[in-house]
């Protein structure tokens, strides 16, 4: 069986792994004993490492040929530190491997003010976060420049029936009004996870896809679905400059970037069908009234 390494094996990834264990002999690097025990029990073999500490990450050269990477950026500076650690572990003894797939963030492409955003848009993150989202992208750029075919995957806000924004509707957190709302993008944990795959081996080298569903919804929109399908309430609609006094800095930024991603990309050249295309289609196929948060 192919050798595929993952970094940053959590819930995406995790989700990826009854598929990708009968294809693949998976190895996950793993930063503890702990997480090491709940990768071996679904299947995959935990290499222990931290991207935090480089010289951990010995065994990583020559491991496997095919990687994925969903690893965040450390949470400060400019520079993403794992990534640069992550690519000269990979680097080092010169077996470098024949594919790697990295998630980003939708976020490096900053305001576009509600346009339609093609991969060809240059990016301009607003936010460090997303500018050390650019900095791991060209990092791995550098992979590319030595043969491997990188592709990266910019994500927006990622959702399942798991990660939907139930407590913030409980505690009945504002939205924007209609005239104050931004674009918002979504795509459904498992098809993030098949667009991967996908990508693994049908994406062209330093390839950049929207890895984004149909749905091209306003922010509030996407909060009314959501609690409608639960029987919550719809959140309060205000102002942004009242929503700015009860809201935290985090969220504003997200209420402070508008754009629509382009995703015919990951439709033309990678050829996955996505399973769940629109966040209404996945919310109708839920009970969600039954779950402990709602109703």
Not at 100 to 106: A, E, F, K, P, R
Not at 248 to 257: G, I, P, Q, R, V
Not at 283 to 294: E, G, I, Q
Request: charged fraction near 25%; include cysteine.
């Amino acid at each position: 069986m192919e050798r595929l390494l993952i970094v940053g094996c959590g819930d995406v990834a995790q989700r990826a792994l009854p598929w990708l264990t009968r294809r693949y002999r998976v190895y996950a690097l793993a930063r503890n004993s702990a997480t090491a025990a709940h990768l071996r029990a679904q299947g995959a073999i935990p290499v222990a490492g931290d991207l935090d500490c480089r010289k951990s990450l010995h065994r990583l050269a020559g491991l496997a040929p095919l990687v994925w990477h969903f690893a965040p950026p450390q949470g400060t500076g400019e520079h993403d530190m794992r990534t640069r650690a992550l690519v000269a572990a990979l680097a080092a003894r010169g077996s470098l491997p024949r594919a790697l797939v990295y998630i980003s963030t939708s976020g490096v492409y900053g305001d576009c003010n509600g346009a339609v955003v093609p991969e060809t848009r240059p990016a301009r993150p607003a936010t460090p976060r997303a500018g050390r989202r650019l900095d791991a992208e060209r990092s791995l750029r550098q992979l590319a420049r030595r043969g491997v075919r990188v592709a990266i995957l910019r994500a927006p806000g990622i959702y399942a029936a798991d990660r939907l924004p139930l407590e913030r509707l409980l505690r009945g957190d504002p939205v924007l009004r209609r005239e104050d709302d931004v674009r918002t993008n979504h795509i459904h944990a498992d098809d993030l996870a098949r667009l991967a795959g996908a990508a693994l081996h049908r994406a062209r080298g330093g390839r950049v896809f929207n890895a984004v569903d149909d749905s091209a919804l306003y922010m509030a929109d996407y909060f009314d679905q959501v609690a409608d399908a639960c029987g919550m309430a719809r959140p309060p609609r205000l102002p942004k400059h009242e929503a700015e006094a009860r809201l935290s800095a985090l969220t504003l930024s997200f209420m402070s970037e508008s754009r629509r991603l382009d995703n015919r990309r990951i439709k033309s050249e990678l050829r996955c069908r996505l399973r769940w295309p629109t966040v209404a289609t996945t919310l109708a196929s839920l009970n969600l009234k039954d779950t402990p948060c709602c109703g």
